[in-house]
């Protein structure tokens, strides 16, 4: 489609929307430990259709640094997560502040995008 200065490519719209869908509570959400999993969890939903919008290539270049920075705020907390539950229970006490605050990270990031 062109536009004045150069051209417009037609966008995926239930793509956009189910994208919308997955981000809207991850947004809402904050981090307890009582919910860790739940906000985890959710950010595994949003990881894929943010790889396959990042995977647009040069064409995208509208949000392609904040969701980028999304990207790697999800999987830095992913592998926290997950070695947070590789932890003695004994141990996890030291290292949930930790954890939290990287979930947090991808909250706010997504809040961002």
């Known amino acids: ?4 200065e150069g051209t417009m490519e037609k966008v995926n ?3 956009f929307y189910q994208l919308g869908t997955q981000l ?3 947004t809402k959400m904050t981090v307890a430990s009582k919910n860790r999993y739940d906000v ?3 950010a595994y939903s949003v990881l894929d259709n943010i790889n396959t919008l990042l995977g647009w290539g ?3 270049n509208v949000c392609q640094t904040s969701g980028q920075a999304l990207k790697d705020a999800i999987n830095d907390a992913i592998k926290s997560w ?3 539950n590789a932890l003695k229970e004994k141990d996890k006490s030291k290292s949930e502040s930790s954890v939290d605050a990287k979930i ?7 809040k961002i995008f």
């Open 13 to 15: 719209l239930p793509f």
């Open 82 to 84: 997950n070695d947070f």
């Open 24 to 26: 809207n509570p991850l």
């Open 58 to 60: 040069g064409r995208l």
């Open 1 to 4: 489609m062109p536009v004045k």
């Open 104 to 110: 947090q990270k991808f909250i706010d990031k997504a």
């Open 40 to 42: 985890v969890f959710a």
